[in-house]
C-alpha cells in the first residue's frame, strides 16, 4: 500500500468523519456559510433579519452536499487513481464539488422559499444552481489544502508520491 492509500484510509476512519462529528463540523461549515451570504446580501442592501434562518438552510446544504460528494468520490474514482491527494485526483473531484454545490444549493434556497424565509425566483433553477456550484468549488479548494496540509503535519509525511513497485 502506498503511503497516500494509507493517508486515504486514515482520513476516512478519523474520528472527524464519523457522522456525529461530521455532522457537528458540516453545522459549523454550514453557518459560516450562511453569515457569509448574510454579509454579502448586507453589503448589497438585501438584508432581512428573517433571511437568515433562510442562509442557514443554504449554508448547511452546501455544507452537507459538500461531504457528500467527497464520500461518494472517495468511494467511486478514488479507487481508480494512483495517488488520491495527487493534483490530477483533485482536478476529479471538481465536478462532484460543482454539482453538489448545485444541488445544495438549489434545495437550501427552494426550501427556505416554502418556509417563507426567503423570496426568490426559483425559475429557471440555472443561476441558483451555478451560484451554489462555485461556491462549493469556492468551499472545497481551501478545506481541501487544509485537510490534506494538517494529514502531512500529523504523520510526518514528507513525499505522497505512489513508490514504484518491483
Known amino acids: 500500500m502506498t503511503r497516500s492509500r494509507e493517508l486515504e484510509v486514515i482520513?476516512?476512519?478519523s474520528s472527524a468523519e464519523r457522522p456525529l462529528r461530521g455532522t457537528v463540523r458540516n453545522f459549523f461549515i454550514g453557518s459560516?456559510?450562511?453569515?457569509?451570504i448574510s454579509g454579502w446580501h448586507f453589503l448589497w442592501g438585501e438584508f432581512h433579519w428573517l433571511n437568515v434562518v433562510g442562509y442557514l438552510f443554504v449554508g448547511n446544504g452546501l455544507s452537507f452536499f459538500g461531504w457528500g460528494a467527497e464520500r461518494l468520490w472517495y468511494s467511486t474514482l478514488s479507487p481508480m487513481l494512483g495517488n488520491p491527494f495527487a493534483w490530477y485526483s483533485y482536478l476529479t473531484r471538481i465536478p462532484f464539488w460543482y454539482y453538489a454545490g448545485g444541488i445544495g444549493y438549489v434545495i437550501g434556497v427552494l426550501l427556505s422559499k416554502k418556509f417563507g424565509f426567503l423570496s426568490v425566483s426559483d425559475i429557471p433553477v440555472k443561476r441558483l444552481f451555478y451560484t451554489g456550484g462555485v461556491i462549493e468549488c469556492g468551499i472545497q479548494i481551501p478545506l481541501q489544502?487544509?485537510?490534506y496540509h494538517s494529514l502531512l503535519k500529523r504523520y510526518h509525511v514528507t513525499q505522497t508520491q505512489p513508490t514504484r513497485q518491483a
Open 11 to 13: 482520513l476516512l476512519q
Open 32 to 36: 459560516g456559510v450562511a453569515l457569509l
Open 145 to 147: 489544502m487544509i485537510l
